[in-house]
């Protein structure tokens, strides 16, 4: 650091950054110095072995002299600290804004999906009252979640509420009917986990399609944490989903013979398996039934 004006100044050109003010002329503290002393205030509470920060792409730059300050400081926690920077949060028709009063609460969010979400649900006369609103809470969390995490890191994120709780779009509910339709199968399938002869079974293109994909799963997953990418997991269930859905309606799962119908409810129960892990990593809430 440097005194530059009565100022503290980092001058960040040597690193290939930009000079940045940590305290100002009247010796006050700046973002930049309470940034750079946080980690320290962080590790001596939580002894964290990561901190992440995710912030708007707009201070990227910021974060880049921030952190190289403190490497310079303290290089163990620098080590620990990882700025990952995202898009923002628009509306079909611009950023939001608080200055000009065009914003979304969280609270509000919630309610105005879960409401919409409820006016689905309703027609469904075989799920009670009382399940139908624990139902639209959770398809609301999970249409919301959804929206935000399948945007790759880094992109601004349109948050269109008609596209967040279509039943047949690339959407949380539409991922939750898919667990719930397979949960449905396997409820009327009866006993699952006899013993299947593959011996001569002729595999069809859409059963192929989803043992091709079951397997890229521990891919998805581990790709994702090393790239800070849930979006990987969640492009992955939906492509799974898409596949299960498919099987479903081109493929009798129920009205077969005995070793077909055992391969088939195996399979289901696969999808069911591998869509509940997912989305539980994305901290959306699966549904037995919607």
């Known amino acids: 650091f440097k005194e530059s004006d009565g100022a503290i100044v980092f001058e960040g050109e040597q690193y290939g950054l930009h ?20 980690p320290a205030t962080k590790y001596h509470d939580y002894k964290y072995d990561l901190s992440i920060i995710i912030t708007a792409n707009e201070i990227n730059e910021y974060f880049k002299v921030v952190l190289k300050a403190l490497s310079l400081i303290d290089p163990d926690l620098s080590a620990k600290t990882k700025h990952i920077s995202h898009g923002v949060v628009r509306l079909p028709d611009g950023k939001m804004s608080s200055r000009t009063g065009k914003i979304i609460t969280g609270e509000s969010l919630i309610e105005e999906v879960k409401d919409r979400l409820r ?9 009670s009252v009382e399940e139908k609103d624990k139902i639209a809470e959770d398809a609301a969390i999970g249409a919301i979640k959804y929206s935000l995490l399948k945007v790759s890191t880094g992109s601004d994120v349109t948050f269109d509420i008609n596209e967040s709780i279509s039943f047949d779009g690339n959407s949380g509910p539409y991922l939750q009917y898919t667990y719930a339709r397979c949960k449905s199968v396997l409820h009327k399938g009866g006993e699952v986990g006899k013993e299947i002869n593959t011996e001569n079974y002729q595999l069809k293109d859409e059963e192929l399609s989803l ?13 994702a944490d090393k790239n800070f990418a849930p979006n990987l ?20 799962i129920l009205n077969s013979d005995e070793n077909e119908k055992q391969f088939r409810l195996a399979l289901t129960r696969a999808t069911a398996q591998v869509l509940k892990n ?4 994305l901290g959306i809430p699966v549904l037995e039934k919607m």
Do not use: C, H, M, W
């Open 19 to 38: 000079t940045r003010v940590f305290i100002n002329s009247q010796g006050l503290p700046t973002y930049e110095a309470k940034d750079v002393g946080l």
């Open 119 to 127: 006016g689905i649900i309703n027609k469904n006369e075989k799920v």
């Open 211 to 223: 043992l091709r994909t079951f397997y890229k799963y521990p891919e998805a997953v581990l790709e």
């Open 233 to 252: 997991i969640a492009n992955y269930l939906y492509d799974l989903s898409q596949r299960y859905n498919v099987f479903y309606q081109k493929v009798p």
């Open 278 to 281: 997912g989305l539980t990593l």
